[in-house]
């Protein structure tokens, strides 16, 4: 049987190639294989293309305190490693940039940038998972997105086909795996980690407890150990573990852990 279980974050993504696609998911910070993203801002590659919900900010550190990035902008950041970037969210590239525009453009001047909404990225995602040649939606049509899709009409009603997106490697984003590889996702990290596993030529797990065959419920299995190439254990109230969660919430928005900061601050309601 194939090892699935790498010792490190830098080793799981060793083969990772100039040009690739890399796919992630970022919908809330529990999602988010911080430790994956962060080992690839330490890899010499280049021309990389990301696909991402938001590419977003790395958070300025609390009360003096250094926290690791959230995610993508750091890749991003680094000259000729990113050469396109498709998103959900494309303001979130410029939020916490403040007093940093020009260097900041001057980064990315080079990068294209390809907006989608949500939804249709996960079609894509979706139609790449199922081997679909596309996907039909109504949404876009008559925006941006026709031009990068084809607008067809079926029975009077307009449509643009979402082609597939198929990453070469995906960074995903588990609570538990058994060392097979098959997955059970915590919440959120349900939205669009499975999508990425199914939908990658690669996919690469960064678990925070890995358990052996038999141990999971069948009925509780989100991902498949068909669809799961490689394995990584976030250490010990490491980077992305509960306990990180919870003191990067506590840190940010206050022993609630819900309040947003422009409400601490009274900048809203």
């Known amino acids: 049987m194939k090892n699935k279980i790498f010792d490190s974050f830098d080793s799981a993504i060793a083969d990772i190639f100039d040009g690739a696609t890399v796919a992630h998911s970022i919908f809330g910070p529990a999602s988010v294989p911080h430790n994956l993203l962060e080992a690839l801002t330490r ?3 280049k ?3 990301l696909v991402t919900n938001m ?4 958070q300025p550190p609390p009360n003096g305190l250094t926290l690791p990035g959230l995610a993508s902008i750091a890749i991003i950041q680094q000259p000729g490693k990113v050469k396109r970037v498709i998103t959900g969210f494309t303001s979130n590239v410029y939020s916490n940039m403040r007093g940093m525009e020009e260097e900041y453009e001057e980064i990315t001047k080079n990068i294209e940038v390809i ?3 949500f939804g249709n990225l996960c079609t894509c995602l979706e139609a790449a998972a199922g081997g679909y040649g596309g996907i039909l939606t109504p949404v876009g049509v008559g925006t941006y997105r026709e031009d990068f899709c084809q607008r067809i009409e079926i029975d009077g009603k307009a449509y643009i086909i979402e082609k597939p997106i198929k990453p070469d490697f995906g ?5 538990k795996a058994d060392t097979l590889g098959n997955l059970v996702y915590y919440r959120m990290q349900r939205v669009q980690n499975p999508l990425i596993a199914r939908a990658s030529t690669v996919t ?9 065959p038999g141990e999971l419920d069948p009925d509780q299995i989100h991902t498949p150990h068909i669809f799961v190439d490689r394995i990584v254990k976030v250490p010990p109230a490491g980077m992305g573990s509960f306990e990180w969660d919870e003191v990067n919430k506590y840190l940010n928005y206050g022993p ?14």
């Open 43 to 45: 890899k010499d590659v």
């Open 47 to 49: 021309d990389l293309t």
């Open 55 to 58: 590419a977003h900010p790395r």
């Open 115 to 117: 907006p989608i909404p």
């Open 171 to 175: 960074f995903v984003k588990a609570w």
């Open 204 to 212: 690469i797990a960064e678990v925070l407890e890995i358990v052996e």
């Open 256 to 269: 609630r852990g819900t309040k947003r900061t422009q409400v601490r601050e009274g900048k809203g309601a």
